[in-house]
Structures are given as structure tokens and as C-alpha cells.
């Protein structure tokens, strides 16, 4: 038995120069903006997470028509896709900052500059991840085999918390690895000294707890980053698109945070539809490393990846829903009475 040729993969990208440097340049001067709104430490009302949500959602939507116009639908499905996946793998990000956040006692006020924090880490360390992706991919067709194993295996484990309930469970900071460290390098006062990184203690230089919730967040983008790029990379091949859908995912999640901070709880379900969305691309990326080698494997086409994304989301979000209802009304006797009184009654 002879084994067909392997053609090396082939990078084909809409990224020109001159769009990059657009699109870097728009990320960072977002950036900017958000560092200005978040100059002077203030609690996020609902309507100002309202209005910046809004516009982080309908930037992704309106750039996905320029790239959909400008180089066909094909790469727009993938851009959309890609965008889809991001963000919901994002919100699970969000369960774990807030978990962080909780965990350090971080002040209402200063919530935004930490979150502001880890989108540009998670910005930087994701950058880093796509090069070396496409690097990779570029010259190891196998390396489509390892991104799929790592995203089954994400799949399961996520499934796995989910199962046993340790999904988003409370976090002990203080056995982190990166929190003992700094612990180690310098001494830690215990109050938060507005948005200073460092502070005064005994007339020595020392770390503010927001100098620790930083780095724990740092910590935490490396570990979403390794989940995240393969996962994009499943759906298009394409550096430019895969570093877009990133960046836009993430530009929008300190908003997003606040908007979502109390229905995050009534998603029970998520860390269900996200294991298997991270299994349905690990199983995408495996068939087409397997067609790579052998053409006569089929692969899975990304208008299909699109709708079985969103029919995983949508089911996951409607089951979640209705399995917060039940616990609440189990969890409330008048409401429990209500329910009994409106079911009919035989005869």
C-alpha cells in the first residue's frame, strides 16, 4: 500500500501589508480609547456597558461585510465562523476573570482596568500563537493532526468539569504558580492603592493585590490562547482572518463583562455547548489533515462548521434558560405554589 504525496500546505491570505497595518493600527488605537475611558478608577453603569457593547459587536459585524464584498463569501463564512467561535469561547474566558476579580476582592471601581489588562495580554500572547500557527502549518501538515488532538482533548475536559460540576468553581489564588512567584520576587501589601501597580509598605517598594490579579490574569490568557488559536484555525487558514476574528472577540469583552455579569450565572449549560463545539472542530481538523494525506476523506465545509455552531449555541442557551427557571422555582416555594395552581387539574 502506497501513501498519496502530501502536498504542504499552502497559505493563502487576504492579508496584504497594507491591511495589517490597518488592522493593527485600529486595534491599538481602540486600545487607547479604552485606556482613556478607564483613566479615572469609576464603577461601569449598565448603560455605558450597554453602549460599548454595542459597538464592539456591530465594528465585527460592519468589517465582515468589507471582507465578505471585497474578497467573496467564501471568506466571509469563514470570517463569521471564526468570529463565532471566538466569542463564545470568550465568554467562557469572562466565568474565569470574574471568578479572579472575586477571588482577589478586586474594587468595583477598578474591575475595568484589570479586564482592560488581559485583553491586551491575551491580544499580545495570541498574537505570538497565530505566527507560530501559521509558521507551523506552513511547513507540517501534521501539525493540523496536533491542533485537533489538543481541542478533543480540551473538548473532553471541558466535559468532564461540566459533568462533575468543577466547571467554574471558586479559585484558590494563593496556589497559582504565578501568584506565588511574584509573592517571592516581592512583598505584597494587602490594600489595593487605587490603579498602582506598586505602593509603599514599611518604607520599602512593594506589590499592590492589583499587581497580583494581573499577572493571575496573564497567567489565564496563556491558557486560553493555546485553546483559542487552534480553534480558529480549524475553521480558516488564513493568518490575516484568524488574527481578526481574535482581536475583535476580545476588544469588546470589558464591556461585555459588566453587560453579562449577572446572566453569566444562568448559563449553566455553556461549558456543555462549548465541549462540543471544540470537538466538532478538533474532529473538522483531523479529517483535514487525513484528506491532506489521503484525498478521497472527505472534509467538513465551513458553511456546515457555521451551522452547526450556532445550532450548538442556540440549543445550549435555550436548555440553560430553562434549567435555571426550574432551579429557581424549585429554589422558591410561592413561585413552586404558582406553577402547581396554573397546571390543570383532571375532571
Given amino acids: 500500500m502506497t501513501l498519496t504525496p502530501v502536498v504542504p500546505f ?14 493593527i493600527g485600529a486595534v491599538v488605537a481602540l486600545l487607547v480609547v479604552d485606556f482613556l475611558a478607564t483613566r479615572k478608577p469609576h464603577e461601569v453603569s449598565m448603560k455605558e456597558a450597554i453602549g460599548w457593547s454595542a459597538f464592539y459587536i456591530a465594528l465585527p459585524l460592519a468589517f465582515g461585510v468589507f471582507i465578505w464584498t471585497q474578497f467573496g463569501g467564501e471568506r466571509g463564512v469563514e470570517y463569521y465562523t471564526g468570529y463565532l467561535v471566538e466569542k463564545s469561547l470568550s465568554v467562557d474566558n469572562l466565568f474565569v476573570f470574574m471568578l479572579l476579580l472575586a477571588a482577589f476582592a ?10 482592560l489588562y488581559g485583553i491586551i495580554g491575551a491580544l499580545v500572547l495570541r498574537g505570538v500563537f497565530i505566527g507560530l500557527g501559521a509558521a507551523a502549518l506552513s511547513r507540517f501538515d501534521w501539525v493540523f493532526l496536533i491542533f485537533g488532538a489538543i481541542l478533543l482533548v480540551t473538548g473532553v475536559k471541558l466535559l468532564k468539569d461540566a459533568v462533575s460540576g468543577h466547571d467554574h468553581d471558586e479559585k484558590d489564588v494563593s496556589t497559582m504558580r504565578s501568584v506565588r512567584l511574584m509573592r517571592r520576587i516581592m512583598p505584597v501589601s494587602d ?7 506598586f505602593t509603599k509598605l514599611g518604607g520599602k517598594r512593594a506589590l499592590t493585590p492589583l499587581a497580583l490579579v494581573t499577572v493571575a490574569v496573564f497567567a489565564t490568557d496563556i491558557v486560553f490562547a493555546v485553546d483559542s488559536v487552534p480553534a480558529v484555525y480549524g475553521i480558516t487558514g488564513d493568518p490575516y482572518l484568524v488574527f481578526a476574528t481574535n482581536a475583535f472577540a476580545l476588544l469588546g469583552l470589558r464591556a461585555l463583562y459588566f453587560v453579562l455579569q449577572g446572566a453569566l450565572s444562568k448559563l449553566v449549560h455553556l ?3 462549548l465541549a462540543a463545539i471544540l470537538g466538532f472542530i478538533g474532529a473538522k481538523l483531523v479529517l483535514h489533515w487525513a484528506h491532506l494525506v489521503w484525498p478521497s476523506v472527505p472534509e467538513i465545509p465551513t458553511l456546515v462548521s457555521l451551522v452547526v455552531i450556532v445550532g450548538i449555541l442556540v440549543l445550549t442557551t435555550i436548555t440553560s434558560l430553562l434549567a435555571t427557571r426550574r432551579r429557581e422555582a424549585a429554589a422558591d416555594p410561592a413561585a413552586q405554589a404558582t406553577e402547581n395552581d396554573k397546571a390543570p387539574t383532571a375532571g
Wanted: hydrophobic residues 40%.
Fill in 10 to 23: 499552502q497559505i493563502d491570505t487576504v492579508g496584504t501589508p497594507m491591511l495589517w497595518a490597518a488592522t
Fill in 271 to 273: 461549558s456543555y455547548g
Fill in 106 to 115: 478586586v474594587p468595583a471601581a477598578l474591575q475595568q482596568r484589570v479586564l
Fill in 191 to 197: 490594600d489595593y492603592d487605587g490603579p498602582k501597580m
